[in-house]
């Protein structure tokens, strides 16, 4: 059913929950694992990087560092993801490299956001459902260490 599923990941809970997720489904159908990181590109980012040279390429360090982490994750669990990290809109982003790479399922976390969050950077969500050609899965299910691991040492179905 999946063959190549693609985790966006960001490092924070809702992004752990996701990897967790999608690590399962990607263990029972032996799929291949894609790791995508993106560094939202804002207008505040792009002008604090004018007023304050380097803002841009620290972040980058540190999404990197991020990617790395979980990548190594993946790595730890028997995976050999495919990484990437890209500058831009997290959205469309994401949509861009599930074209790309083919994937049958995109695993996203979720943050709740205030109505002004929402309002100010728009569903990320409802541009994924519109867009992407493939299965979209929100990861939202509290997995335990204890379950993840079992779920992990399990048979492959």
Same mark, same amino acid.
Request: aromatic share 8%.
């Given at each position: 059913?999946?063959?190549?599923?693609?985790?966006?990941?960001?490092?924070?809970?809702?992004?752990?929950?996701?990897?967790? !997720?999608? &690590?399962?489904?990607?263990?029972?159908?032996?799929? $291949? @694992?894609?790791?995508?990181? /993106? #560094?939202?590109?804002?207008?505040?980012?792009?002008?604090?990087?004018?007023?304050?040279?380097?803002?841009?390429?620290?972040?980058?360090?540190?999404?990197?560092?991020?990617?790395?982490?979980?990548?190594?994750?993946?790595?730890?669990?028997?995976?050999?993801?495919?990484?990437?990290?890209?500058?831009? !809109?997290? &959205?469309?982003?994401?949509?861009?490299?599930?074209? $790309? @790479?083919?994937?049958?399922? /995109? #695993?996203?976390?979720?943050?709740?956001?205030?109505?002004?969050?929402?309002?100010?950077?728009?569903?990320?969500?409802?541009?994924?459902?519109?867009?992407?050609?493939?299965?979209?899965?929100?990861?939202?299910?509290?997995?335990?260490?204890?379950?993840?691991?079992?779920?992990?040492?399990?048979?492959?179905?």
């Amino acid at each position: 059913m999946y063959k190549r599923i693609l985790l966006a990941y960001d490092g924070s809970l809702a992004g752990r929950t996701a990897l967790r !997720e999608g &690590a399962i489904l990607a263990k029972r159908y032996g799929a $291949q @694992v894609f790791l995508l990181s /993106v #560094v939202a590109d804002t207008g505040g980012l792009r002008m604090a990087d004018g007023t304050h040279a380097g803002v841009l390429s620290t972040l980058v360090d540190s999404y990197n560092a991020v990617l790395e982490e979980g990548a190594a994750r993946l790595k730890e669990l028997g995976f050999t993801p495919v990484t990437k990290l890209v500058i831009g !809109e997290p &959205a469309q982003e994401i949509g861009a490299f599930a074209t $790309q @790479v083919e994937a049958d399922l /995109v #695993v996203v976390g979720h943050r709740r956001q205030s109505f002004m969050e929402r309002w100010w950077s728009g569903s990320s969500g409802g541009y994924l459902m519109e867009y992407l050609s493939c299965s979209l899965l929100i990861g939202r299910n509290t997995i335990t260490d204890q379950e993840f691991n079992a779920e992990m040492r399990g048979p492959v179905n």
